[in-house]
T-cell receptor, first 115, second 110 residues
Framework: DAGVTQSPTHLIKTRGQQVTLRCSPK?????VSWYQQALGQGPQFIFQ???????QRGNFPDRFSGHQFPNYSSELNVNALLLGDSALYLC??????????????FGQGTRLTVV | QKEVEQDPGPLSVPEGAIVSLNCTYS??????FMWYRQYSRKGPELLMY????GNKEDGRFTAQVDKSSKYISLFIRDSQPSDSATYLC??????????FGSGTKLNVKP
């Protein structure tokens, strides 16, 4: 079982650019959540995708958008990058059963540096 | 006021000590409570999760939830140097969205 995989592991971008991060969920999981973790802080919820739709969203601007594909993998896109977007971006996968999910497992993250 | 408060530490203990890590929260609607361990520059690893109040034990780890006090704890018995990491508490109404503490950095000295 490959677990949750994220790519790339590291990325350096310039202010104003756009970035796409990718996540493949754990086998058997159909729900993907994205979190932003600034240095020395806990992860903050960006949004969650289930059945290819955004199910819930945290307090992040519209510059942050996402997508989920039929194979359950997901992308996080960030437009017009700011220096403050530098962080570890984490993907968590889980399986939705009825109205509650199973435990969420995290990938290793993508470290984004904006210069 | 943050949804979840966690002492950042660092907490330094000798090998073999019992470690107590804690979080407080403000939202009484939280039902799911998790503890994650995060090594430097890695993703969080799920250690324990509990639903509602009560205790849960798994090997050297015990998680406690006191909903009346809005307080959760993680105890580590016989701590090892390999337990040195940042411990994150997380909670939510369901598994759709978690609110994390800022993490407590633990150092177990040999």
């Amino acid at each position: 079982d490959a677990g949750v995989t994220q790519s790339p592991t590291h990325l350096i971008k310039t202010r104003g650019q756009q970035v796409t991060l990718r996540c493949s969920p754990k086998s058997g999981h159909d729900t993907v959540s994205w979190y932003q973790q600034a240095l020395g802080q806990g992860p903050q919820f960006i949004f969650q995708y289930y059945e290819e739709e955004e199910r819930q969203r945290g307090n992040f601007p519209d510059r942050f958008s996402g997508h989920q594909f039929p194979n359950y993998s997901s992308e996080l896109n960030v437009n017009a990058l700011l220096l403050g977007d530098s962080a570890l971006y984490l993907c968590a996968s889980s399986h939705t059963k009825w109205e509650t999910d199973t435990e969420a497992f995290f990938g290793q993250g993508t470290r984004l540096t904006v210069v | 006021q943050k949804e979840v408060e966690q002492d950042p530490g660092p907490l330094s203990v000798p090998e073999g000590a019992i470690v107590s890590l804690n979080c407080t929260y403000s939202n009484s609607a939280f039902q799911y409570f998790m503890w994650y361990r995060q090594y430097s520059r890695k993703g969080p690893e799920l250690l324990m999760y509990t639903y509602s109040s009560g205790n849960k034990e798994d090997g050297r780890f015990t998680a406690q939830v006191d909903k009346s006090s809005k307080y959760i704890s993680l105890f580590i018995r016989d701590s090892q140097p390999s337990d040195s990491a940042t411990y994150l508490c997380a909670m939510g109404y369901n598994f759709n969205k978690f609110y994390f503490g800022s993490g407590t950095k633990l150092n177990v000295k040999p």
